[in-house]
């Protein structure tokens, strides 16, 4: 386990406020607002001290940089705002998603990310 430091506490907080999957570009961003000096890779190597320590895990859309959010929620999908970029946390999933699977395939997983406009754009 690594030493509490003011960078991980400042990247923990901003987690811990802003509540969505972030890019290390917005983590960067947030965090320095709290923690003057704040480097590009202090981020990175804090976020791949959080993924194995199990604090966070990576979120994965297509086309794009990979997010972080906090591990441990329930299964759940995510939004992402075209005119922002932002990505946003959607609780639950589709019903009956197994029904559309061929005959005789296995389903392991699913990832569903819906795109639009977020309340701050629209």
Known sequence: MERKTR???????TFDRLKRPL????????????????GIATVY?????????GWLEPVEIAGEPVRYERAGK???????CERCAR???VDGCIEN????????F????????????????A
């Open 23 to 38: 890019s290390v570009a917005e983590v960067l961003d947030d965090a320095s607002r709290n923690l003057e000096g704040l």
């Open 45 to 53: 190597r804090s976020l791949a001290s959080f993924v194995e320590e």
């Open 74 to 80: 329930a299964h759940h999908h995510h939004f992402r």
């Open 106 to 121: 296995r389903m392991r997983d699913h990832a569903v990310t819906l795109y639009g406009l977020c309340s701050r754009c």
């Open 7 to 13: 960078q991980r506490d400042a990247i923990r907080t």
């Open 87 to 89: 990505v946003f946390d």
């Open 97 to 104: 998603l197994r029904r559309l699977v061929p005959p005789k």
